[in-house]
């Protein structure tokens, strides 16, 4: 094990040149560009064994993503925002056909207006694809949610694709101290691909992806259903797995000081790491603040979270999106739904934050904890750190 | 409609997997809206219609065109684009289909 300074795209290029996967399939985009342009650098230099596929867009991209897994490789990509969005044609056919693609996707909002900077509107216009999606709060976790997406998808119970997010800029782009495996032992970790079927194998030819209209298409979408039901498990096994090797520890999602909480966050990706420097001081004043951190958002651990946030008595759901819905961001009616059966129902309200990169400060977090305390005065749904 | 004697989703292959060459079973120019119409009298037998085809529904006979296979052409026009023939000695020219 060895510490490196990395930002988290040169965290998730390490990874994958660690991982060697068959096929890269990409077109570069910010700002999830470095993470394909540093592993094209890899390939050229002949440190890893892969076919690197330039393509001409990133719809082509995933096809070819889907064509080489098809084949039976293990397949990577990268991509953000309006590069995702381009991907989504293809993204519910990859799993569909359970191709166990892994996608580097650093999440930016997605235009218009024409924005390059970080919200969560790109990932989770893609949460219902069947693909599982798992946030990172910082490069490290990036560098080990990587790792361990590799052995979560290919699980043969699973065989889903699998998107592994970092946020734009804030995790991309900021250099930190990580802890990196031996190229070894991520060998021994992630082991080789077993596909069960491959369209190259002409002693075994199969046709893969036909037709599929109103006799068969259901049933194969609700085997998607079926695989995704057996994902958190595996997660958890993979981590104890993980842990077991580096000492870190991941869950479906993360708990901080949230047991004895009389006030609550939720939220995902780097601000998650802003929100703990916020609570620690609160409690240093007597104040029971914390947070749970959703890490998998696909599939959505719903128990878990109901059973950790009924018990709390007033709670702030943050979202880096918004559905225009008119019911609050898509975390926010999630948990809420998650929410609806159990007995003790939590005084829950919403915040829409961090639109196209809009910062999220210490002072932010701290208002949300001072709302939270008059949470009767508030609106379900509030916009925080928008001018009004 | 009647499922009842299809298979369900757990027995099926997992992902839309099937054997090879299922296409052979369906009839895909069922949704054809121009017809090529081949004309033997004019036909030079370059066989660039052959080569152009994407549904493979040219027929060939011992280095021959022998005809168009409408089972499965979907009249997209390939052929009568690419055909060489002069305009007044057409070899292949394209018709609505009457339905």
């Not at chain 1, 979560?152 to 995790?171: Q, S």
């Not at chain 1, 209209?213 to 057996?230: C, G, I, N, T």
Request: glycine share 8%.
């Amino acid at each position: 094990m060895q510490i490196v300074a990395k930002t988290g795209n040169e965290a998730m290029a390490e990874a994958m040149r660690q991982i060697n996967p068959d096929v890269v399939a990409a077109y570069p985009i910010t700002p999830a560009t470095e993470v394909v342009m540093i592993f094209a650098q890899y390939v050229a230099d002949g440190l890893v064994d892969t076919e690197y596929i330039p393509v001409e867009s990133e719809h082509s991209a995933m096809s070819a993503c889907v064509g080489a897994a098809a084949a039976g490789g293990r397949v990577m990509t990268g991509t953000s925002s309006q590069g995702l969005a381009l991907m989504y044609e293809i993204l519910p056919i990859a799993s569909a056909l359970r191709l166990p693609i892994i996608m580097a996707e650093v999440n930016r909002a997605l235009s218009g207006p024409i924005n390059i900077h970080c919200d969560h509107s790109d990932t989770m216009a893609a949460r219902d694809f069947g693909w599982i999606q798992i946030f990172s709060e910082n490069a490290q976790e990036a560098y080990d949610n990587m790792l361990q997406a590799v052995r979560i998808a290919e699980n043969t119970k699973v065989n889903l694709p699998t998107m592994v997010t970092t946020d734009g800029f804030i995790i991309s782009h900021c250099m930190e101290n990580i802890k990196i495996l031996e190229d070894q032992e991520v060998k021994d970790f992630i082991g080789e691909k077993n596909a069960p079927v491959s369209i190259l194998d002409t002693d075994h030819p199969v046709t893969i992806g036909a037709l599929d209209l109103q006799d068969y298409y259901f049933e194969h979408k609700r085997q998607v259903v079926d695989a995704m039901s057996k994902v958190n498990p595996v997660i958890l096994e993979v981590a104890e797995e993980f842990a077991k090797k580096t000492g870190r520890k991941y869950g479906l999602i993360e708990e901080y000081k949230l047991a004895d909480a009389d006030f609550a966050i939720v939220a995902l990706g780097s601000t998650c790491g802003t929100a703990k420097v916020v609570i620690d001081e609160l409690r240093a004043k007597g104040i029971k603040a914390g947070m749970l951190k959703i890490r998998v958002f696909r599939p959505f651990p719903a128990e878990i979270i109901a059973e950790k946030l009924s018990p709390i008595p007033a709670m702030a759901i943050l979202d880096r999106s918004d559905s225009y819905n008119g019911q609050g961001g898509p975390v926010f009616t999630e948990i809420r739904s998650a929410l609806y059966d159990k007995g003790k129902k939590p005084k829950m309200i919403n915040y829409i934050y961090g639109l196209g990169g809009r910062d999220i400060m210490q002072k932010d977090i701290q208002s949300v904890f001072n709302d939270l305390k008059e949470i009767d005065n508030k609106l379900q749904i509030n916009y925080l750190g928008v001018r009004e | 409609m009647s499922e009842e004697n299809k298979p369900g989703w757990r027995e099926l292959p997992e992902g839309d997997v099937l054997e090879a060459g299922t296409a052979t079973k369906f009839n895909t120019g069922g949704w054809r809206s121009n017809r090529p119409i081949w004309n033997e009298k004019n036909c030079i037998q370059c066989l660039i219609c052959w080569i152009a085809c994407p549904d493979s529904s040219v027929y060939v006979k011992d280095g021959k065109m022998t005809g168009i296979d409408y089972d499965h052409c979907k009249g997209c026009g390939i052929c009568d684009k690419e055909c060489p023939t002069k305009a007044e000695k057409r070899a292949i020219v394209m018709e609505q289909e009457k339905k």
